[in-house]
Structure formats: C-alpha cells, structure tokens
C-alpha cells in the first residue's frame, strides 16, 4: 500500500485525537442546537413531550400528565412548520405560563424510554419548553461522542485516507442536523456508524487475548444503538452478518472461542431483548401509522416507496426542518453520484468474499427500507433519514474491505491518483454542502425563505449569531482537517488486518 505522506499532522495518541474530533463535532451540533427554534425539526415537539413524561415516570404512554407550559410546544412547531417564509419570530413570548398540571399528547409516546429519559434530564432543569434547549445539547453529547470515536479508530487504523474519506459522506446536512434537534435517528446513525468501524476491527483485527479499545466502543455503540429506534436491533443484526461475510469462515471460528467476543456479545444480547421486548410489547414501530389491510396491499405498498425514491435521497442528503427546508437539488444529485463512485470503486477493487458483504450491505440499505415501508406503513411514512444508519454501515464496510485486504496486491498508479483525487474532492464537498445549507437555514429562520439575502433579520437566537457561525464554522474547519490528514500512529492496528478479509481477486 501506498504511504500517502502527510504534511500536517494531528495529535498521534488515542484520547486526544478522539478529543479533538468531538470538540469539533460537538460545537457544530451544540451552535447549530441554540440557533435552531423551538420545536423546529420534524415531530420534535412529539419528542421534547415524551423526554418530559419518561423523566417523571410516564413511559410507553401516548397522553402523560405534565406542567402546561410543555403544552405549548405543538403552537410553536405550528407557526413555522410548512411556512417557510413566515421567520422564528412567529414563536413570539411564552404563550402559556400556568405550571398546572394537564394532559398533553405525543405520538412518540411508545418508543423505548432510554433517549427520552437520558434528554429528559434537561425538562428537570429548566421546567419549561426552553429545556429543549438543554435536551438538545445532551442529546448532542452522545451523538458526537459516537461519531467522533468512530471517526477517530478509522483514521488511526487504515492504511489509506480512503475509509475516513468514505465516511465523509456520512456527515450530510441532514445528518449534522438531526444531531442539533432532538430526535433520536441521531443516535442511531452516530451508533452504528461506530458499532460498523469497531465490529470490523474485533472481527477482522489483531490475534491477541487483550481487551480493546474496538470492544469497548462495539460494546458500547451496539448496546445504545438497540435502543434507539425500534427498527435498531434489525440494522445491527444485518450489518453483523455483512462484518462476518467479510471476515470469513476461519476468523469467525476464532471469534466462537474468543471470550472477548463473548463478553461483547453477551451484553449486547442482553439489552437487545430489552429492547425487542419493548418494541413487541408497546408496538412501537405502528405508531401514528395504518397497516396495510393485506399482504398484497403491503407488496403493492413496495412500489409506492420506490416510485418515489428520488425524494428519499433528497431526505437523506438535506431536508431539513419538518422536510420543508430542502437543500439544492444539485447538492443531493452529486452526494448520491458520488456515494455510488465510492462503493463502485471499492466493489471493484475488493476481493471475491468482500464484494459479496458489500452486496450484502448495499442491498440492505436499498432493500430493507422499502420492504419495511411497504409491508408496515403502504410505502408511506419512511423518511430518508431512517436508512442513513445502513448507508454508514455501507460505507465503512466497503471501503475497509478494500483498504485491509489487498496488502499483497497494491493500488496501482491510476487507483493511486483516483485516492489522491478524492482526498480533497470529498472533504471539500462536504464543506460545501454544508455551508450552503447552512446559510440556507439561517436565512429562512432569520429572515424568511423568500426574503432577499440581505434583507433585516426578524428573530434572534439565544446566543449572538456571528458567535454561533464562528463556533459551527471553526468545528466544521477541525472536521474537515481531521479527514484530510490522518494524524495517528498507524503501527497500532496495521499489521493484524491482513489475513482476515483477503482472497482470491474476481
């Protein structure tokens, strides 16, 4: 493989380079979670409620009791939602005052508990619908923890800049965003993200009888993942059999008699069937949805959802808000051509055995999207933001089998210069993207969606905007080195991955 010499450099030991990513990721999701308004991502409301009721012992209900001023969350999401030039300053001053207890609604109110009572500690504090606030920040925690670590164990294990590269395009719009409301298909995508970087390096790591770091973070990002969301269990499952395909009959035999693997295994069993239990138990996956009346109605449910596909990966790319707020459609056009440049690249240069886990991988996120849209809601009701999970997981897992395996059959000059060429065509696409959208969202809260750009700002933030801009503007700078310029000590990890996803080229 190729040294690809660096010029700059970023701290070389573990803790401080997971540090130095999270900071950055964190105050982007922290500046991006004061300056957004109440209530102004998709069913946040809905979410802000429940973290309230689960905090005060009201889980797995659809109607809790709560203080009246968490009432007034669905009139503040109501002023701004589908109204994209009416500005934040619609949400005005508080609306209701009283502290009496009342019954409020949430159509979240069946999801498992653990994000809602982790968030909800900020209703605690600030009793009020301004703890969204809080709850959004600590949501924010988790979020960049898990992709920080991630992104960290990445770069300091690969050979080449290619799997942190890949995994830039990750980090969409939608993805920081989700990561500043409150809303936990952040966590989901940040935790198996992570769980995917570490399942690779258990699976296909070094022969030793130490416990690592990757089984702690796989440990750690599987069991928080699970209870993400209801369909959580299902994507780690998938993604487990693909790290298995890739690494092989032998390496997964040794896995069977590794207590390590074990251990790992053992917990995550365990919080898994809590949280499949929950999910049977509350019927969580149904809510605030029809099922279909037949299988045939289910079936023809499929082809609803791909007859309008197009909108998915608008979705996943950059809708923001209550999907009102899209990105330019030249933005999503080219992340999804070159998401496909990417996994097509590594298909090509990955050996026989790979290639079928990168198969695995592509068609679960391609597939099980689809089929659980139509069987379960007619085709309706999935948003693109649910299957980034499973493009993460196929990220990671095409371009690592590319990256680990073919030491004895090095890139040659082309494939050399395509890496190269990526190296800062990714990064700076990403830094684009995310500008645009950025600037977008603020005019549309500021000044109104239609305004001219220059035109007077009507609402304020909590915090002084250009403060917001430099904090997310500096974070997104940190990140984006962070992807160019691999600063780690590459000797940790790098001669144990050889053996375990080699073989035979096709």
Same mark, same amino acid.
């Given at each position: 493989m190729p040294s690809f010499p660096l010029r700059l450099s970023l701290p070389r030991h573990r803790v401080p380079h997971i540090a130095v990513i999270f900071v950055a990721l964190l105050a982007m999701l922290l500046s991006g979670a004061v300056f957004l308004p109440i209530a102004s991502g998709a069913d946040e409301a809905a979410h802000y409620v429940y973290a309230a009721a689960v905090v005060r012992g009201q889980a797995g209900m659809l109607e809790p009791t709560l203080p009246a001023r968490f009432a007034n969350m669905d009139l503040l999401a109501g002023c701004i939602a589908f109204q994209p030039d009416?500005?934040?300053a619609c949400q005005g001053p508080l609306r209701i005052t009283s502290t009496a207890e009342v019954l409020a609604q949430t159509n979240a109110g069946l999801y498992n508990p653990v994000f809602y009572l982790w968030t909800g500690l900020g209703t605690l504090l600030v009793p009020t619908e301004y703890g969204l606030y809080l709850a959004r920040g600590l949501a924010a925690l988790v979020t960049a923890l898990f992709l920080a670590?991630? /992104?960290? &164990? $990445?770069?300091?294990? %690969? !050979? +080449?800049?290619?799997? *942190?590269?890949?995994?830039?395009?990750l980090l969409t719009p939608m993805t920081l965003y989700v990561g500043m409301v409150l809303n936990p298909s952040a966590w989901e995508i940040a935790t198996l993200f992570a769980a995917t970087v570490a399942g690779f390096a258990v699976a296909c790591g070094p022969r030793t009888t130490r416990w690592r770091e990757e089984h702690t973070l796989l440990l750690a990002a599987s069991c928080?993942?699970?209870?993400?969301?209801?369909?959580?269990?299902?994507?780690?499952?998938?993604?487990?059999?693909? /790290?298995? &395909? $890739?690494?092989?009959? %032998? !390496? +997964?035999?040794?896995? *069977?008699?590794?207590?390590r693997a074990w251990i790992?295994?053992?917990?995550?069993?365990?919080?898994t069937g809590f949280s499949v239990a929950w999910v049977v138990l509350h019927g969580t996956n149904y809510v605030g949805v029809q099922k279909p009346a037949t299988l045939g109605d289910g079936l023809a449910g499929i082809s609803v959802f791909y007859s309008n596909y197009h909108e998915q990966v608008t979705q996943m790319y950059g809708n923001l808000g209550w999907l009102d707020l899209r990105s330019p459609n030249i933005l999503s056009t080219s992340w999804i051509l070159l998401l496909g440049g990417v996994v097509v690249l590594c298909f090509g240069l990955a050996s026989r055995r790979a290639r079928w886990a990168i198969l695995?991988?592509?068609?679960?996120?391609?597939?099980?999207?689809?089929?659980l849209s139509g069987l379960q809601w007619s085709g309706y009701g999935?948003?693109?933001?649910?299957?980034?999970?499973?493009?993460?997981?196929?990220?990671?897992?095409?371009?690592?089998?590319?990256?680990?395996?073919?030491?004895?059959?090095?890139?040659?000059?082309?494939?050399?210069?395509l890496v190269a060429m990526l190296r800062w065509l990714l990064p700076a696409f990403l830094v684009l993207g995310v500008t645009i959208t950025t600037v977008r969202t603020a005019h549309r809260y500021l000044a109104g969606e239609t305004a001219d750009f220059l035109a007077a700002w009507q609402w304020s933030p909590p915090l002084a905007v250009p403060l917001l801009g430099i904090a997310f503007f500096g974070g997104l700078a940190v990140l984006t080195r962070a992807l160019i310029v691999r600063g780690a000590?590459?000797?940790?990890?790098?001669?144990?991955?050889?053996?375990?996803?080699?073989?035979?080229r096709g």
């Open positions: 009416v500005t934040a670590w991630g /992104l960290s &164990l $990445l770069g300091r294990t %690969a !050979r +080449t800049p290619l799997p *942190l590269l890949a995994a830039s395009l928080v993942l699970v209870v993400s969301r209801g369909l959580s269990p299902l994507f780690l499952a998938v993604t487990a059999v693909a /790290l298995l &395909l $890739l690494a092989g009959v %032998a !390496r +997964t035999r040794r896995l *069977l008699t590794d207590r790992v295994a053992g917990g995550i069993a365990v919080v695995l991988a592509f068609a679960s996120a391609t597939l099980i999207p689809g089929v999935w948003q693109g933001r649910y299957t980034m999970p499973l493009v993460a997981a196929l990220l990671v897992i095409a371009a690592l089998a590319v990256d680990s395996g073919p030491n004895r059959v090095p890139f040659d000059a082309g494939v050399n210069r000590d590459e000797s940790e990890h790098v001669s144990a991955l050889p053996d375990a996803v080699s073989g035979t």
